[in-house]
């Protein structure tokens, strides 16, 4: 059976949408389809409004309940960095699937994950490490992007380029203005494709 793939995000501010929406494509074009999921927001507005956050997207499903997720095989986590880290929206959810821990009910399940931070050596790379801990937990399966079909994005210094061979990035700017550049929305691609392709080769009955 084809692999059941879903990409769950956080976005602040819509960049880590734009990887998100880039990563389902390289699903698609890899064959594949993938259901995008938003995590619920836990700031109070009043909070939101100063922090500048626009409105969440209302044609994306909000994920309440993480045991809708263990319907699915594989999972792409898309997470924009908070001091390095997780944003707390993202561990509020998280906290929420002390089920699945306990029962391994996303026990071999797949997952790779793609970042944003704001600035250069924000923290792409220890979040996508301090991601590990939760994955592993839940035993999930991590799949790295990798340089074997990215070399050229990843070796390319010509131009600030998010990303790593952990997953997907992109850099917002101090003030969010920085939008995800081509070359940071074509590694989000080819994630999603190569993602969907290693997946493709497990036997989900
Ligand atoms: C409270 C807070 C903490 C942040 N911490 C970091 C950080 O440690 N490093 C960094 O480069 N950017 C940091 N940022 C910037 C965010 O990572 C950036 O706004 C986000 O990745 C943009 O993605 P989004 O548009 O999908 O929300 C922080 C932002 C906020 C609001």
């Known amino acids: 059976m084809a692999p059941k793939v ?14 998100a929406e880039a990563e389902k494509k390289g ?10 999921f938003q995590i619920p927001e836990t ?6 409004s100063k922090m500048h956050a626009p409105p969440k997207p209302t044609d994306v499903e909000v994920l309440h309940d993480p045991s809708v997720l263990e319907e699915y095989d ?20 998280w906290d929420k699937t002390g089920k699945q821990w306990s029962t391994g009910g996303f026990w071999g399940k797949y997952a ?24 592993a937990h839940h035993g999930f399966v991590y799949v790295p992007l990798g340089y074997k079909y990215t070399f050229d994005l990843l070796s390319d210094l010509s131009e600030i380029r998010g990303g790593s061979a952990w997953g997907a ?12 550049s ?9 994630q999603g494709k190569t993602f969907y392709e290693t997946v493709s080769k497990v036997n989900f009955a």
């Open 74 to 93: 594989a999972f792409l986590f898309g997470i924009p960095t908070r001091y390095g880290n997780f944003p707390a929206q993202w561990k509020t959810f």
């Open 6 to 19: 879903a990409i769950i995000y956080y976005s602040m501010y819509g960049h880590i949408k734009q990887l």
């Open 43 to 48: 700031l109070p507005e009043e909070v939101l």
């Open 169 to 180: 990035g992109t850099f917002s700017a101090g003030d969010g203005s920085r939008q995800p």
């Open 112 to 135: 790779g994950l793609f970042v944003a931070t704001g600035t250069q050596g924000g923290g792409q790379e220890s979040t996508a490490i301090a991601a590990m801990s939760t994955l």
């Open 182 to 190: 081509a070359k940071e929305l074509d590694l989000a691609q080819r």
């Open 27 to 36: 699903v698609e074009q890899a064959g594949g389809t993938a259901k995008l």
